[in-house]
Nanobody
Framework: QVHLVESGGGLVQAGGSLRLSCTASGRTFSTNAMGWFRQAPGKEREFVAAISWGGDVTSYADSVKGRFTISRDNAKNTVYLQMNGLKPEDTAVYYC?????????????????WGQGTQVTVSS
């Protein structure tokens, strides 16, 4: 059974940094794209960033470009999200996801694997 466990969330002041990690267990995902999403109170879940199976292709939401960096370590079955220059509007629960189908990077959905989320709170 696949499990994704996020860590690294917390409370930080505006302008600060956090690094989220998400480790998958149950199988290896070296051929599967991974991503980060977030959901703020009262809002729908939104895409943050994604990375291809080899780590050579990345994609970001416009709202985080230039501030967040996604990376992965296939040997550790782990995806990271380095978040710099945090803003109060980045406050949300952050979820990692892994595509269930190999060699696909778009349209993460209910058929993919999702973590339980980690809270990120940015104070002004």
């Amino acid at each position: 059974q696949v499990h994704l466990v996020e860590s690294g969330g917390g409370l930080v002041q505006a302008g600060g940094s956090l690094r989220l990690s998400c480790t998958a267990s149950g199988r290896t995902f070296s051929t599967n794209a991974m991503g980060w999403f977030r959901q703020a109170p009262g809002k729908e879940r939104e895409f943050v960033a994604a990375i291809s199976w080899g780590g050579d292709v990345t994609s970001y939401a416009d709202s985080v470009k230039g501030r967040f960096t996604i990376s992965r370590d296939n040997a550790k079955n782990t995806v990271y999200l380095q978040m710099n220059g945090l803003k109060p509007e980045d406050t949300a629960v952050y979820y990692c996801a892994v595509k269930s189908i190999p060699f696909r990077m778009r349209n993460f959905g209910t058929n993919d694997y999702w973590g339980q989320g980690t809270q990120v709170t940015v104070s002004s």
